[in-house]
């Protein structure tokens, strides 16, 4: 039914608002009209019942990509056997998927965190409210998932999952701090499904289909992020900028082991030695590349937002996550190396 009643008046930034936020302003726009118009349903879109996305038993669609996955890549996994790669490749991408649904639970309470204390009119109010249903969708589709996948899989480590009601908080505490957390958590994800739906012809079904509608959302909540620190850091005072510089490798650094490390119930179901599990994360050099390539895009946010100067320069590279940064969002791998 089509409302008679008014409508109110759009918001306007103030006239004595530069052309970049402006800009800015456009983007918030932008955004919200393609949450939309252009947004996905797990339980319309994904024909979870269809016999192509039946999870069945020794189904070798389940091995771990060889080219992609740093566990894949290992000598001790592509040693094994056939049911046993299978078997860990079913583990694996259940549990990439808990962590995937724990830290969408946690950015979802944050956002909302962050939109509860803005201001009337704030356009940014719109758009995060529908990144956060958005992100519910994900977290359904993640567990829905895991659920069909059938494996135990405890996601995150514990330490993580005991101070997620805590991280929410900095959404309006430290909001800088917090977006940085939503890079750190959304960038290495969204990089290595990227390559998965790049280079890897033989996934599974069921996997490709949450790839590939995740992928299409979070390029729009990862455009968020990047525009809003553009927006909002050059205009801090140089100590604060200084301070931020050093924050931001920190927080991508930590919050990548916490996704892309599985957790030690991993080691003791599977029997990984522990010399393997330093290789994969992150000693050997194929992992260190990848640990590496996952931040080109924010290298060059932080040029962008004039966060990489001698000092932070200096703790991308004692983190091992320094490199050029990309030329343009989501380069690929092959050709940022």
Same mark, same amino acid.
């Given at each position: 039914?089509?409302?008679?009643?008014?409508?109110?008046?759009?918001?306007?930034?103030?006239?004595?608002?530069?052309?970049?936020?402006?800009?800015?302003?456009?983007?918030?726009?932008?955004?919200?009209?393609?949450?939309?118009?252009?947004?996905?349903?797990?339980?319309?879109?994904?024909?979870?019942?269809?016999?192509?996305?039946?999870?069945?038993?020794?189904?070798?669609?389940?091995?771990?990509?060889?080219?992609?996955?740093?566990?894949?890549?290992?000598?001790?996994?592509?040693?094994?056997?056939?049911?046993?790669?299978?078997?860990?490749?079913?583990?694996?991408?259940?549990?990439?998927?808990?962590?995937?649904?724990?830290?969408?639970?946690?950015?979802?309470?944050?956002?909302?965190?962050?939109?509860?204390?803005?201001?009337?009119?704030?356009?940014?109010?719109?758009? !995060?409210?529908?990144?956060?249903?958005?992100?519910?969708?994900? !977290?359904?589709?993640?567990?829905?998932?895991?659920?069909?996948?059938?494996?135990?899989?405890?996601?995150?480590?514990?330490?993580?999952?005991?101070?997620?009601?805590?991280?929410?908080?900095?959404?309006?505490?430290?909001?800088?701090?917090?977006?940085?957390?939503?890079?750190?958590?959304?960038?290495?994800?969204?990089?290595?499904?990227?390559?998965?739906?790049?280079?890897?012809?033989?996934?599974?079904?069921?996997?490709?289909?949450?790839?590939?509608?995740?992928?299409?959302?979070?390029?729009?909540?990862?455009?968020?992020?990047?525009?809003?620190?553009?927006?909002?850091?050059?205009?801090?005072?140089?100590?604060?900028?200084?301070?931020?510089?050093?924050?931001?490798?920190?927080?991508?650094?930590?919050?990548?082991?916490?996704?892309?490390?599985?957790?030690?119930?991993?080691?003791?179901?599977?029997?990984?030695?522990?010399?393997?599990?330093?290789?994969?994360?992150?000693?050997?050099?194929?992992?260190?590349?990848?640990?590496?390539?996952?931040?080109?895009?924010?290298?060059?946010?932080?040029?962008?937002?004039?966060?990489?100067?001698?000092?932070?320069?200096?703790?991308?590279?004692?983190?091992?996550?320094?490199?050029?940064?990309?030329?343009?969002?989501?380069?690929?791998?092959?050709?940022?190396?």
């Amino acid at each position: 039914m089509t409302s008679t009643q008014p409508r109110p008046a759009a918001y306007e930034p103030p006239a004595d608002k530069s052309d970049s936020s402006v800009d800015y302003q456009q983007v918030l726009d932008d955004l919200s009209s393609a949450s939309v118009h252009r947004n996905f349903d797990p339980y319309i879109d994904i024909a979870w019942d269809s016999p192509e996305l039946a999870i069945v038993p020794d189904d070798p669609r389940w091995i771990l990509s060889y080219d992609v996955d740093p566990i894949g890549k290992h000598p001790w996994y592509q040693s094994l056997p056939q049911d046993k790669q299978i078997a860990i490749g079913m583990w694996r991408q259940a549990n990439v998927a808990k962590v995937g649904l724990q830290f969408e639970s946690i950015l979802i309470r944050g956002l909302m965190q962050y939109a509860f204390a803005l201001d009337n009119g704030d356009k940014r109010f719109r758009y !995060t409210t529908h990144e956060s249903k958005e992100e519910c969708n994900h !977290t359904l589709m993640f567990q829905e998932l895991v659920n069909r996948i059938g494996m135990r899989t405890p996601g995150a480590r514990k330490s993580l999952r005991r101070i997620s009601p805590l991280v929410p908080l900095f959404s309006t505490i430290f909001p800088t701090v917090f977006f940085f957390g939503v890079l750190g958590g959304e960038e290495p994800i969204d990089h290595v499904q990227k390559d998965f739906l790049r280079t890897s012809d033989d996934l599974h079904p069921a996997m490709a289909a949450v790839m590939q509608l995740h992928v299409a959302e979070e390029a729009r909540h990862i455009s968020f992020a990047h525009n809003h620190l553009r927006q909002t850091v050059p205009e801090k005072n140089a100590l604060t900028r200084l301070v931020l510089s050093i924050a931001m490798p920190i927080t991508m650094r930590v919050l990548c082991s916490a996704i892309m490390v599985p957790p030690k119930e991993f080691r003791e179901e599977f029997d990984v030695p522990r010399e393997v599990m330093r290789e994969i994360f992150w000693s050997s050099p194929q992992s260190k590349k990848l640990l590496r390539n996952v931040f080109g895009d924010v290298r060059m946010l932080a040029d962008q937002c004039g966060l990489m100067n001698p000092v932070s320069a200096q703790v991308w590279r004692i983190l091992g996550i320094s490199g050029r940064p990309s030329r343009y969002r989501s380069e690929p791998t092959y050709q940022a190396d």
